[in-house]
C-alpha cells in the first residue's frame, strides 16, 4: 500500500514563507505528475500546482509567489509558498497519478493523496 506523507505545514503571518514537502513511498510505480491541491473550509479543493515531467501549472493566485519542484527521487515533490496571504489559507493536500499500462493493452489512471496539512496565515 502506498503511502504518502506530507509536511511543512503550519502558521505564519502575511508575507511570510513555508515549504511543504511530499513523498511518496511504498509504491512501484514513479509518478509523472505530482501536485498539490488546496481546500479552504465550505470551498471547493482547487488545483494549486502540478509537475508533469517537468511541465509545471500554476493557479492564476499564486503566479509569481509559488514555486513547485520534484526530488530526486521523482517520487517526492515541494511547494515553495512566499509571500503568503491570508486567502492562502487552507488544507494543502498533496496528489501523485501515473498513468499504467495495463496487460488487457488499455491505460489505467493510478492515483494517491495525502491526507492534508493545515496552512493558516494570518493578517
Request: charged share 20%; with cysteine; proline share 2%.
Amino acid at each position: 500500500q502506498a503511502q504518502v506523507v506530507e509536511s511543512g505545514g503550519g502558521l505564519v503571518q502575511t508575507g511570510g514563507s513555508l515549504r511543504l514537502s511530499c513523498t511518496v513511498s511504498r509504491s512501484m510505480f514513479s509518478f509523472k505528475t505530482m501536485g498539490w491541491y488546496r481546500q479552504d473550509v465550505g470551498k471547493q479543493r482547487e488545483l494549486v500546482a502540478a509537475d508533469t515531467g517537468g511541465d509545471t501549472t500554476y493557479a492564476d493566485s499564486v503566479k509569481g509567489r509559488f514555486t513547485i519542484s520534484r526530488g530526486t527521487d521523482k517520487n517526492t515533490v515541494y511547494l515553495q509558498m512566499n509571500d503568503l496571504k491570508p486567502e492562502d489559507t487552507a488544507v494543502y493536500y498533496c496528489n501523485a497519478q501515473v498513468s499504467v499500462l495495463t496487460p488487457r493493452g488499455s491505460y489505467e489512471k493510478v492515483e494517491h493523496w495525502g491526507k492534508g496539512t493545515q496552512v493558516t496565515v494570518s493578517s
